[in-house]
């Protein structure tokens, strides 16, 4: 059940972050819509790949062998 709450807040999350992202930077910003798309693709990857990168860091500091421990 908890992996399909993770599942869905992701679905929810990314997703959101990038609207947010671009409406803000339309709208505050005044940016055009190519514009505020491209640096909110990247605000999003950047986010990803942080979470990703720390996800990373804790399965390997939590195992010993990363490839056989479950």
């Not at 990038?18 to 514009?35: A, P, V, Y």
């Not at 990168?53 to 939590?62: D, K, N, R």
């Given at each position: 059940?908890?992996?399909?709450?993770?599942?869905?807040a992701?679905?929810?999350?990314?997703?959101?972050?990038?609207?947010?992202?671009?409406?803000?930077?339309?709208?505050?910003?005044?940016?055009?819509?190519?514009?505020?798309?491209?640096?909110?693709?990247?605000?999003?990857?950047?986010?990803?790949?942080?979470?990703?990168?720390?996800?990373?860091?804790?399965?390997?500091?939590?195992c010993?062998?990363?490839?056989?421990?479950?």
């Amino acid at each position: 059940m908890s992996a399909l709450v993770l599942i869905g807040a992701g679905s929810v999350f990314f997703p959101g972050l990038f609207l947010l992202s671009k409406l803000t930077l339309r709208h505050m910003m005044g940016w055009r819509e190519g514009d505020a798309a491209v640096v909110s693709t990247r605000l999003v990857s950047s986010v990803q790949s942080i979470m990703a990168t720390a996800a990373g860091c804790i399965i390997v500091s939590s195992c010993r062998d990363v490839m056989e421990d479950r």
